[in-house]
């Protein structure tokens, strides 16, 4: 009995893990549906064309690439050519290939001006350039530009026009990152992303300041920019961290000022130093 019982399990299993192993074939997509690879003829170009979206859903990247570069290679006038030059970018951006993609993207626009993907595409760029800006800020700036140059007053404008200010910022260009801040003040004055900006600016100039010499009427402009914000935001998210800049820049300025007395003492002006 127990030998029989053996055998029926062991069956089970065998049965289990064939139908594991039949399914391991199939790939899922929201345009193709569900795929099997292996029954597809890649001669016929719409079975190749979901063959390369098997591979991009089975995470073989560079062959989705190569794929779809194939296909439109092959099929220069066919209907798959949009599909094909959308699903290239988007590879690339799986593949972590973000410069890649935007280039992709930007080759789609340039083919097929007024595409109904226009939007989509648009959006997949600005993620593109979101994702650069982790490793490689400033050459996320074009990407930020170049969407903005498409559709100056679109809905992605004024967040491209703020990623360009924080992608300086991360890099460390404070003074082009507080011209990008206010140029959204004054592009996109109504913008969600105002009060940030109008924060953000005096706080490229701090920083600026802190990597120098540091002058006494810019970290007064500094100071001044944050009392603006807290006068137009006194409830605003930053209000605090504003008023923590605030005390800093005072700080500064009164380091600032007490070595300048410090020198004068050395050169026995006592006068100067006093004032």
């Known amino acids: 009995m127990r030998h029989k019982i053996f055998l029926l399990m062991f069956w089970i299993v065998l049965c289990w893990v064939s139908i594991q192993d039949a399914y391991a074939k199939w790939v899922w ?17 719409d079975q190749r064309y979901k063959l390369a979206l098997a591979m991009a859903m089975d995470r073989k990247y560079d062959s989705a690439v190569k794929e779809f570069q194939a296909l439109l290679k092959r099929y220069p006038k ?26 992709a993207y ?14 989509l595409v648009m959006e997949k760029e600005f993620q593109a350039g979101v994702a650069l800006m982790e490793l490689k800020p400033l050459s996320s700036v074009d990407i930020f530009e170049k969407i903005i140059e498409h559709n100056p007053m679109g809905p992605l404008a004024p967040d491209c026009q703020v990623k360009m200010g924080d992608a300086y910022f991360q890099a460390q260009e404070y003074e082009d990152a507080a011209d990008a801040y206010r140029k959204l003040l004054e ?14 600016i005096p706080l490229s100039r701090l920083n600026v300041e802190l990597r120098r010499e540091r002058d006494i009427g810019k970290l007064q402009k500094a100071r001044e920019g944050f009392e603006e914000y807290i006068a137009n935001y006194p409830e605003g998210p930053l209000t605090q961290e ?10 500064l300025m009164a380091q600032r000022e007490y070595q300048t007395a410090e020198f004068y003492l050395r050169k026995k002006n006592l006068q100067a130093a006093i004032v």
């Open 106 to 119: 930007e080759r789609l626009l340039e083919r097929f001006p007024g595409t109904r993907l226009t939007g």
């Open 29 to 45: 997509n929201k345009e193709s549906g569900w795929v099997d690879p292996l029954t597809l003829n890649p001669g016929i170009p």
């Open 242 to 251: 504003a008023k923590k800049n605030i005390h800093e820049v005072e700080e």
């Open 187 to 200: 592009t996109y004055p109504k913008s969600e992303w105002a009060p940030y900006a109008q924060y953000r």
């Open 78 to 103: 066919s209907d798959l050519v949009e599909p094909c030059m959308f699903n290239i970018g988007h590879a690339y951006f799986l593949a972590g290939k973000h410069k890649k993609a935007f280039n």
